[in-house]
């Protein structure tokens, strides 16, 4: 009875499935238990928790909710901002508030704005609630944070800091420091930076600098033993472009950049892990950019607005190919004839395409890295060119032996081998240039350019191979 | 006249650029100058002096080799690692060998490799002739690190690092940390590394707390005064892969990370901007290959190696391309009568080449960032097929529409709003699947899965279309 058996195979199928599902659940609880009552050998970060409650919440809704008023204020700050929108909306409603600005105000002044904003999309009453709540000093740097744009450096920095004045002795330095720690109010201090009166930033001296000093000595003292410009600080204007930033980091190998306002003042600091998440970020945009993909979108958690900025996409995309349609169109009596031609069309396009696709994402890319200076366009277009004329070349004279083969029509061959060189070549002229302009008109060259690009190679590649059938052919 | 008119302005714009283009060799003259005699207000990165080395090295070959010359050993050894493969060829036929070997001796141990591989890759000889000059403790380091694959964490550790045993006092490590700054053999210090007798990674001190404790303190009881696994280290093991220590930064905002070996112990650790360039080439290789394109050929500076890889993906691309021909070639009798198919056929393809790269590309960096755990495949599948399931059905119609009305064939509206629906589902299912099941077979999901995607969805929507339009409209 083959079907009663793999009814009962597909049983065994779901008891497992089931068991698999259920040791997860287990396996989460464990863990969070193990967390909250700090038995456990391995620390679980923000994500970890974030993944282990979400394992929860499929399971068990109640096992859920219990555990996220059993974490301990801290853990659910640093959970809360890795949440998806929907676990947030449950923090909200089934924690007290007072806890979430203990959670709050456990976070560095950044990740509260963060935090704070993400909470305001939600809920805008309970973001107030929670924001006249904290005390003085945390309102006064998140307005201060909040009033960068979302591009400007000053929105990535945090304003807790290890500072001195000149005139201060390290070992002032170092009280004030160890006061600082033991209330956790500062973490991951690589440098102290030393201000002059005005707070304008004049040096930055790294911990494993400084802790070699003697303590008696002024910080004033301890720049001047040391080698000149030893001390002379790599630093960030609050107002400059996070793209900026993120090149110094790359360039120089920080850790950790002072941020300075106008004056020069020291306003804050950006650390290491705020530039991977925004190398992260950027990588991300560029691939679903080029893919015709909305990175922001993709990120909620309803399929509506992810489907709505991908709609948009192939809806340009449709306007496109009608228009390589219309031009197809041109040329009905042509097909009709040789109907070899409509058998033939979509190698043409498709190559070409591939062709202009490459030269393009290398393009994007490059310019993204900073690889593509002004002056180097030349250069870029120079090798690409030179690229799509080899490739063109051989794949021309390759697909013209194959079409006069498979239809027996030697001039046929010509036709195909001329109209994949011609599209070829404007394919990787394209796929250069659209970019370098984008980029020049300040326009994302990631954004729209791949639509535009194979609208072109397909409207190039269409008309020159049919036109050319057409004249020569016919 | 006119003629003259143009010509004098080709004239003139050939004097702008000229002039552009002598501005840039003085600018960068400058800044090399005031990078070598010390007087710059900012200092130069090794990739600065690599880009002003290639604006020298256009203008005036002997310029560029006398600054090749001048520039101090530190500075060249940073330029060498950042310079394309032809200068670094120019650096070894000009500088004499002591200097490569001062050059060399200036860098971290994990640069030492990195940079005696690549000379390795042009001049064999000239790499073990340096290797031969470096002092006992450089070479065992380079021995060490060159035994690791180029996945595992040890091949990106630095050897260098700040220690101290269990017994030692503050002080001693303190002084030990004194030496070592003043000869310059240790840079971006932000833990010590407590360990055994027997060198086990016992514990990590950060420098901010090691600071505020007494120095005549023992490592010891410094650990014993602090909270309870205050000071448990995070680690990597030498054998971990380096995309796992690259999440480990990620998730725990590290700057450091110190590397043990199967024993526990420590062997070394690995900085923040490792990482940095880890995670930018994964996003630039994930970019390249889903456009078929080399992320290590273009780095090339020939052209030869970058068109050869691209040629590799044009010919699967010509191959798969002439399958879905083949398609389309049973049908030849159906578009003799209908023409209106081979005008219409490329929107098919096109949309749901369109609609399959997006949830690819969605699918691919998902499971990059690690945000696709093997129990959430289906979880995702669902989402992409209820993208694509709205999405095709919108399309479906509106292209139904479009046909009728552009042909007038009621008959047509309704077979390409079917082809266009069943041919979008399809991509959709498949974009998701194919990344998954590569994934899943420990294949890169990046690598080939956009030829493979348009492959198949050519296949299907010429198919579903033209099969559809023999069926009802023949």
Redesign the interface.
Known sequence: MPKNESNSKTNDENDIQKK??HE?FLEAKELLDSHIN?TSED?L????IT?HLKTLKKHDEDEYTSYLEKLDAESLADAAIEMPEHMLKDVLENVPKEKLVEAMEELESDDQVELLEYIDDIDEVKAREIFDELDDDDKEDILKLSNYDEDEAGAYMQIEL?KANLDETVKEA?DR??SL?HTGE?E???QLFAVDKKGVLKYSI???????YNFSLTIDEVVRSAKE?EFRP?FAQDSEHIDDVVTK???????VLPVVDSRGVLVGRI???D???I??ER??E???N????DDEA?EEDT?FK??KA??I???L??FT??I??FI??FF?KT??TI?????????V???SG??G??A???T??RLA?GEI?F?DKKGVLK?EI??VL??GL??AC??GI?AYIWFDIAMLGVVIACAMFISIMFAGFLGTVIPLTLKKLNIDPAVGSSVLL?ALT?IIG?FSFLGLATWILL
Chains 1, 2 share one sequence.
């Open positions: 698999e599902l997860d700090e620390e970060s923000g994500v970890d993944e290890f170092v420091l160890r720690r500062l991951s201090v690589y790294p911990l494993a600098d400084l802790i070699i410009d790599k980091f790359e360039k120089f190998d920080l850790s650390t290491t892990d530039i991977h998440d190398i992260q990588a991300t560029q691939i679903y080029l893919a015709g993909v993709e399929l992810a489907g991908r709609a996409w192939l809806l995309n449709l190919a009608l390589a349609s197809i169109g009905d097909i009709e109907v070899a031609l409509a058998i033939l069309m979509p190698i396009s498709g190559m591939n062709a696709t490459q393009l994402t290398v994007v890319r890295l200076e002056n090798k030179g690229i080899v490739n051989v794949f390759l697909l194959v194979t397909d269409f």
